[in-house]
């Protein structure tokens, strides 16, 4: 397993960062940087100031692994990362993500096409104000799950950009198992982002062949689709512990897999804290116990 020596572990936690590919080594707790966008992940922040001391604080405390896109906002995400942390300190990576697109009626169209998805790229670089992109993670599928068919066609687009020396590594995003055997046959992949969480463990087996394969898992919506049931007992669990039940949630995902790196979100500093002590976060057995029979 691909991951970084020299940090200690707690309690059946496992370590704190993660190496992709042997030379990037990302925190296991990172920031998602959607939430900075106004309302619907569109236009400017709330809170100007707000969003650039998030970011700010991330950094300060700690956090390597930046998640971001350039169709938020569309532009104003990258922006504000841009203005926040530029010059970027030696060791923080930024991880975006193209084939999507935001239309003027504020949906998310595909746009994998060559063009777009060149365009996309040189679209990140630029905002971002680099000259190469650490991670970009090809998004092919729906939200709530991978579109059956081939990605090689735009993961090919991706790999050719590789070779041009404008991304340093690929990921792929809402795939299925398939897609991911598929996209390793064009190009090394160090990433999958898909939805996956407490409730929502159809990427079980994926989950487990990223451990093996010493690929990195991002699972996003860590509070997505939870019954009241579900919501109830992860409820029971944190009032027990004397926690937020998103730390409890954000904690099971870490035990889950060596290999899952998390990007949980948020527009506040105080928020971004309380995400960040997941980290130290020890659940008893018999409350991971309850915690997996969850999805049962």
Not at 151 to 173: C, N, W
Not at 203 to 216: K, S, T, Y
Request: aromatic share 6%; hydrophobic share 45%.
């Amino acid at each position: 397993m691909a991951v970084a020596p020299g940090v200690e572990q707690a309690s059946g936690m496992s370590n704190t960062t993660f190496t992709l590919a042997g030379d990037l080594t990302l925190t296991r707790v990172g920031y998602g940087a959607m939430q900075l966008a106004g309302p619907g992940v569109w236009g400017p922040p709330r809170d100007r100031d707000e969003a650039i001391a998030v970011l700010r604080t991330a950094v300060d405390l700690g956090v390597t692994h930046i998640d971001t896109s350039d169709y938020y906002g569309p532009h104003v995400v990258n922006e504000l990362i841009r203005e926040a942390l530029y010059p970027y300190p030696e060791g923080l990576h930024l991880v975006t993500k193209v084939g999507a697109r935001r239309a003027p009626d504020r949906s998310w169209p595909a746009a994998l096409s060559r063009q777009e998805l060149t365009d996309a790229v040189h679209d990140n670089l630029k905002h971002l104000g680099l000259d190469a992109l650490d991670v970009v993670n090809l998004r092919v599928g729906g939200v709530e799950g991978p579109t059956p068919g081939s990605i090689a066609e735009p993961f090919g687009v991706l790999a050719d950009l590789r070779e041009q020396g404008l991304i340093r590594h690929l990921g792929v995003s809402c795939v299925g198992d398939g897609q991911l055997t598929e996209a390793q046959s064009i190009a090394p992949v160090v990433t999958v982002q898909n939805l996956y969480n407490l409730a929502l463990r159809q990427d079980d087996a994926l989950v487990d062949r990223c451990a093996r394969e010493g690929i990195a898992y991002v699972p996003f919506f860590p509070l997505g689709g939870f019954s009241p049931l579900q919501s109830g007992a992860l409820d029971a669990v944190a009032a027990r512990l004397g926690v937020p039940a998103q730390q409890v949630a954000l904690a099971w995902l870490l035990r889950r897999s060596p290999s899952i790196l998390l990007i949980p979100g948020t527009s506040t500093v105080a928020h971004l804290r309380q995400n960040l002590a997941v980290a130290d976060l020890e659940l008893p057995a018999d409350a991971v116990a309850e915690l997996d029979a969850i999805a049962g």
